[in-house]
């Protein structure tokens, strides 16, 4: 089992940035890859970035690719999405996800954390 909880949400102006931070404990963080999604107010999940293991392979979702980074520090056992230029489109609630490839799908993750806002005005 895994745990996970967000932090680093808040509220930002647009063209702003946030850091937000993803926390984990339980088995081995390495074995894991570690994603990012997020949930619009009425709207479905949907995918943000991801990152494998190893850190050497990355997904990002095309609306948010060239201004967010996903990154990780095992040794800290923490997961980290950088998100620069902030738009009014970025709003939501983010969530981090550990599971077995750096998948943009959501069934491939396990262990959810309950998410932390992030929230942009324009």
């Known amino acids: 089992q895994v745990q996970v909880v967000e932090s680093g949400g808040g509220l930002v102006q647009a063209g702003g940035s946030l850091r937000l931070s993803c926390a984990t404990s339980?088995?081995?963080?390495?074995?894991?890859?570690m994603g990012w999604f997020r949930q619009a107010p009425g709207k479905e999940r949907e995918f943000v970035a991801a990152?494998?293991?190893?850190?050497?392979?990355?997904n990002y979702a095309d609306s948010v690719k060239g201004r967010f980074t996903i990154s990780r520090d095992n040794a800290k056992k923490t997961v980290y999405l950088q998100m620069n230029s902030l738009k009014s489109e970025d709003t939501a609630v983010y969530y981090c996800?550990?599971?077995?490839?750096?998948?943009?799908?959501?069934?491939?993750?396990?262990?959810w954390g309950q998410g932390t806002q992030v929230t942009v005005s324009s």
């Open positions: 996800a550990a599971g077995g490839v750096e998948s943009a799908n959501s069934n491939n993750y396990a262990y």
């Open positions: 339980g088995r081995t963080f390495i074995s894991y890859a």
């Open positions: 990152i494998s293991w190893s850190g050497g392979n990355t």
